[in-house]
């Protein structure tokens, strides 16, 4: 008799797997978009069997929810087998019918696999959909062997997360200062992320008055050329109104790829020492479209570190410090307060983030046979 145990487990939990059994849990991971649970399944088979279920999980849309194009996995198997043990898989709803057909239909498993779904499947804010994994198991396939299944984080239709990461503090008189960076991410996208305008509300405290910022820009850190500006030199929207910075050309955020881009100010020689500037954003009012079509979509809350080494944010306080080395020209924006360039820092962050969700926000499904 054969018996899969399925059961999930985050990367740290996989050492606890003796003999092959790991330990039964319920994950949940986060995503942009959506979230992903799993569950454990046990099923009877016998090699040679076709369309086993060799896991189910759940997907939940966020606030806006999202469409998914393609879910990936990872396969290790051991004792004998190999991933190609197990053939033609595909992505079941709940109704039994196949997501994945035709030419899209997994034909034999490697180590790493695209299940690419015939149709974009789309997942509402709130709502959860129940999906399984069937495959074929080849009758070949030795006895007490393992496989290992890793769903990494779905690829979306046209997806992008945003968050900021304030400055702590900038000295008064500062040109050209760094006043929070924005990171946009479409890392998880199958299409690229066109904008043309950000709105950011500013808000100032303890003091200090919005007529202390002049000359205040977005940048693309990549290149660390204006990509627009709004009231450069004038007085930014009241206290609780967004500024609405208008680019002087679309910026695109190519599909799998990650941009930041850096709000600089002049700071007012005349800015009192501990008052504040309060910078927010509400990545949903972003307009936002996919390339190529023009199709309207809503960014989502960033998932992940932060530039700063922060959790997702959309808002933070800097304070106002006395004047100091730091009030000469900040020339290339990157991290805030250290005129570090974004470009190896930029590339850096992403290789980093990517790897913590890679590593953290992973699904294990385990699977053995008798």
């Known amino acids: 008799m ?18 092959g059994i790991a330990s039964a849990q ?3 991971t986060n995503g942009s978009g959506v979230n992903v649970v799993s569950t454990p399944v046990t099923t009877q088979i016998t090699p040679g069997a076709n369309g086993v279920t060799v896991g189910n999980f759940s997907i939940t849309g966020n606030t806006n929810g999202a469409g998914i194009v393609s879910v990936p996995v990872t396969v290790t198997a051991t004792n004998g087998a190999t991933p190609g043990n197990l053939t033609n898989c595909q992505i079941f709803n709940a109704n039994g019918t196949p997501l994945n057909t035709g030419s899209n239909v ?9 299940f690419v ?8 804010g709130g709502v959860t959909t129940n999906l399984s994994i069937r495959c ?10 393992t496989f290992q299944l890793v769903v990494g984080a779905t690829t979306l239709n046209g997806a992008l997360s945003v968050q900021l990461d304030t400055a702590p503090s900038v000295p008064a008189g500062s040109q050209n200062v760094s006043l929070a960076n924005i990171s946009l991410d479409a890392t998880h996208s199958a299409n690229s992320v066109v904008f043309s305008s950000f709105p950011i509300t500013l808000s100032a405290g303890n003091g200090g008055s919005l007529g202390n910022l002049t000359g205040c820009q977005i940048f693309n850190t990549a290149n660390g050329i204006a990509a627009g500006a709004v009231l450069g030199t004038g007085t930014l929207v009241n206290n609780g109104g967004p ?6 050309s679309p910026i695109t955020v190519a599909a799998g790829t990650a941009n930041m881009l850096a709000l600089n100010c002049n700071v007012s020689s005349g800015s009192p020492v501990g008052s504040t500037f309060t910078l927010a954003i509400d990545p949903a009012t ?3 479209t996919v390339s190529g079509t023009g199709t309207s979509i ?18 933070g306080t800097i304070v106002v410090s006395a004047p100091g080395d730091l009030s000469t020209v900040v020339t290339t924006p990157g991290v805030p307060n250290t005129g570090v360039g974004a470009t190896g820092f930029e590339a850096l962050f992403i290789l980093l983030l990517s790897a913590m969700i890679a590593f953290g926000g992973a699904l294990y499904l385990r699977y053995e046979i008798r």
Do not use: E, H, Q, R
């Not at 997994?106 to 695209?114: C, E, G, I, P, R």
């Open 117 to 124: 779904l015939d149709t974009p499947l789309t997942i509402s």
């Open 136 to 145: 074929n198991v080849a009758s070949a396939t030795p006895g007490a062997s």
């Open 106 to 114: 997994v034909s034999t498993l490697s180590a790493t696999n695209a």
């Open 298 to 315: 809503t960014p989502t809350v960033g998932v992940g570190i932060g530039a700063n080494g922060l959790p997702p944010a959309t808002s």
């Open 243 to 248: 500024t609405t910075f208008t680019l002087s």
């Open 286 to 288: 972003i307009p936002a």
């Open 26 to 28: 319920v994950v949940t």
């Open 2 to 19: 054969n018996i899969y145990k399925v059961t999930a487990s985050v990367a740290a939990l996989a050492v606890l797997s003796v003999a």
